[in-house]
């Protein structure tokens, strides 16, 4: 029997492409590492030139639909005025401890209609964290931040929970999801006790070939199997935090690949750029979003003019060349552009079905267009978008052929580009 998606989660795969940005008191101390124990100090904190516009704006255009920010990371600084820390904002020389971060940033992605996600670690380590000794303790001055973010911000679309560092504590797990689901009843939870998304298991932007959406996974204490769309997260420098290093910027050929086998395979890309010190995005990464965003409108958005995907039998799916895009005197195959890649999109409202096909590429033979067929792709699952590159191969037909689902594989759209 197949499981099926709710609704956040076919919503939360319908964004496909959203930025991290990593930005707090480590952006201003360089050399810092996780847990290395080594306090900065509050006053560092001060970004001049502070504009969370020009980072939702560039993101945007870049093609991204929603954003992820780090309110607070491992070290403990928090990006608003927390009533339960003096490790924030509030106690920094940064606009005479009155801004806010974390306003500026929501109310940035809702002039642009990015969805707001937010980022927070439950753990935290130097010497103004709140200490794991007194679990109920810990876990009151947990929820204490969270409700704050999700009382003062209007309506959160994404929480985002990082798990590092939390195997020493024992959290109220209930508790603590009662009081977030109660706060923002459509809100969407990475990662941790009550999810909708799932980390992929890497840090590089990549997800498995065959992605059936299904886990086997802890819920609220209770071992399930169930329906979870991967994220895959990923820096487009070497570093999370600001990587003052421009030479670990990423080439765009390797984050196509990234978006190829992140979003091509079923999940969602989030590729994280850190701010830097004046509180902007380097210009350097915002040119190389740029370049991405150029390089996957080059391959995927104008499909060749393939007539729409027909349902030839139970198990197969063809599309074929429209030929009256062609002057009268060329109807030929000769004069069929060469196809690079295919794209296939499962409806996946009821699950994800597809368990083993083939694509077949229809080889021109006269005098018989289509008489022949070889195949080009042998693959598990199909999901909620599968990009399937391919050597250049010129075809006026192609079959997907579905060997084996569990239950109707039913097929949305079949596309051919030529890049």
């Known amino acids: ?11 939360f795969l319908d964004w496909e492409f959203g930025i991290f940005f990593h930005f707090g008191i480590r952006t201003f101390n360089p050399g810092h590492v996780d847990w290395d124990g080594v306090d900065m100090p509050v006053s560092s904190f001060n970004p001049t030139e502070l504009d969370c516009s020009q980072w939702i704006k560039a993101i945007k255009k870049a093609g991204a639909k929603y954003a992820v920010m780090t309110t607070k990371h491992h070290d403990g600084f928090a990006l608003w005025p927390s009533k339960y820390t003096k490790y924030s904002v509030a106690y920094s020389d940064w606009k005479d401890g009155k801004g806010d971060v974390v306003k500026e940033y929501v109310e940035a992605c809702r002039r642009e209609g990015i969805a707001v996600g937010l980022y927070y ?4 380590w130097g ?8 679990e109920e303790e810990y876990d009151d ?3 204490n931040q969270i409700s704050e973010l999700l009382s003062n911000y209007g309506k959160i679309d994404y929480l985002w929970f990082d798990g590092c560092g939390s195997a020493g504590h024992k959290y109220d797990q209930k508790r603590i999801i009662g009081v977030i689901r109660k706060l923002q009843p459509d809100i969407i939870i990475f990662g941790m006790w009550d999810p909708d998304t799932f980390w992929v298991g890497n840090e590089d932007g990549y997800a498995p070939l065959n992605n059936t959406g299904i886990i086997e996974t802890e819920i609220l204490g209770e071992k399930k199997t169930m329906f979870m769309p991967y994220e895959c997260d990923c820096r487009i420098r070497g570093h999370w935090f600001y990587d003052r290093d421009e030479y670990s910027l990423k080439s ?5 690949g990234m978006y190829e086998m992140s979003v091509g395979r079923g999940a969602n890309l989030l590729l994280n750029i850190g701010p830097d010190e004046r509180g902007l995005l380097p210009e350097t990464d915002i040119a190389r979003l ?7 409108d080059k391959r995927y958005s104008y499909p060749l003019p393939f007539e729409k995907a027909v349902k030839e039998s139970e198990n197969t799916y063809s599309i074929e060349y429209s030929y009256s895009t ?3 005197k060329f109807k030929d195959t000769d004069f069929i552009p060469n196809v690079k890649s295919v794209i296939i999109k499962e409806d996946i409202s009821k699950g994800v079905a597809c368990r083993r096909f083939k694509l077949w590429a229809h080889i021109p033979s006269r005098p018989t267009p289509s008489s022949r067929k070889i195949c080009i792709y042998y693959g598990e699952t199909i999901g909620k978008k599968k990009i399937i590159p391919i050597p250049a191969i010129r075809a006026p037909k192609f079959t997907l052929e579905i060997l084996e689902s569990e239950g109707e594989c039913r097929i949305d759209e079949i596309c051919a580009y030529n890049w």
Not at 290 to 296: D, F, R, Y
């Open 290 to 296: 740029m370049q991405l965003k150029a390089e996957i």
């Open 121 to 124: 670690s439950p753990a935290q």
């Open 141 to 143: 001055y947990f929820i």
């Open 252 to 256: 765009v050929d390797e984050l196509i």
């Open 1 to 11: 029997m197949l499981i099926q998606p709710t609704e956040k989660q076919l919503k």
């Open 326 to 328: 062609l002057n009268d």
């Open 127 to 134: 010497k103004t964290a709140v200490t794991f000794d007194k």
